[in-house]
T-cell receptor, first 113, second 114 residues
Framework: DSGVTQTPKHLITATGQRVTLRCSPR?????VYWYQQSLDQGLQFLIQ???????AKGNILERFSAQQFPDLHSELNLSSLELGDSALYFC????????????FGNGTRLTVT | AQTVTQSQPEMSVQEAETVTLSCTYD???????LFWYKQPPSRQMILVIR??????QNATENRFSVNFQKAAKSFSLKISDSQLGDAAMYFC???????????FGAGTRLTVKP
């Protein structure tokens, strides 16, 4: 168990809809990362938050947004969903040191129909 | 752009044999860390091994070891005495002090034959 909790595990929704994915980091970790993994693909970095503030941005679409709350949990909002947004979305957390590995949640499987 | 390249989309190994997965990376940073992650069919991401770029000694974790060639920007993973449970996707990744996020390669799918 990585200590990172993601909810929900599965999400099925229709095109054009909006969903929110939730992540609770490991105790003590201030950094939260979001990644997207399409079928049989690698992990695409979306965005990173550190102690409530956006730290780095990857290939995140304008239809996607995220935030980290004072209790350090994070939410990833996906809107105007398209079929191509179907993927496994991972949240990971780590200590601020660059030597620290990322600890991943089990992911949220999003299916857009 | 900083990138990670895994040139072997798929690899296969006989149980109890040894296999090496390749990874090259491109960064202009001098301070960075390299990682291998395993993703079994359950899709969990599991840390396998970590290497500090400033250390010349190759990291080892039980049956897993790395061959780190800093000048060549190469970071291969060797799995000895392969077991059926080693079958998974393996991702190489790095993290720098400038780009605090972790960048991943496309992955290598390892099959272990009994």
């Amino acid at each position: 168990d990585s200590g990172v909790t993601q909810t929900p595990k599965h999400l099925i929704t229709a095109t054009g809809q909006r969903v929110t994915l939730r992540c609770s980091p490991r105790s003590g970790d201030l950094s939260v990362y979001w990644y997207q993994q399409s079928l049989d693909q690698g992990l695409q970095f979306l965005i990173q938050y550190y102690n409530g503030e956006e730290r780095a941005k990857g290939n995140i679409l304008e239809r996607f947004s995220a935030q980290q709350f004072p209790d350090l949990h994070s939410e990833l909002n996906l809107s105007s969903l398209e079929l191509g947004d179907s993927a496994l979305y991972f949240c990971a957390s780590s200590l601020s040191r660059v030597s620290s590995p990322l600890h991943f949640g089990n992911g949220t499987r999003l299916t857009v129909t | 752009a900083q990138t990670v390249t895994q040139s072997q989309p798929e690899m296969s190994v006989q149980e109890a044999e040894t296999v090496t997965l390749s990874c090259t990376y491109d960064t202009s940073e001098s301070d960075y860390y390299l990682f291998w992650y395993k993703q079994p069919p359950s899709r969990q991401m599991i840390l396998v091994i970590r290497q500090e770029a400033y250390k010349q000694q190759n990291a080892t974790e039980n049956r897993f070891s790395v061959n780190f060639q800093k000048a060549a920007k190469s970071f291969s993973l060797k799995i000895s005495d392969s077991q059926l449970g080693d079958a998974a996707m393996y991702f190489c990744a790095y993290r720098t002090t400038t780009n605090n996020d972790m960048r991943f390669g496309a992955g290598t799918r390892l099959t272990v034959k009994p």
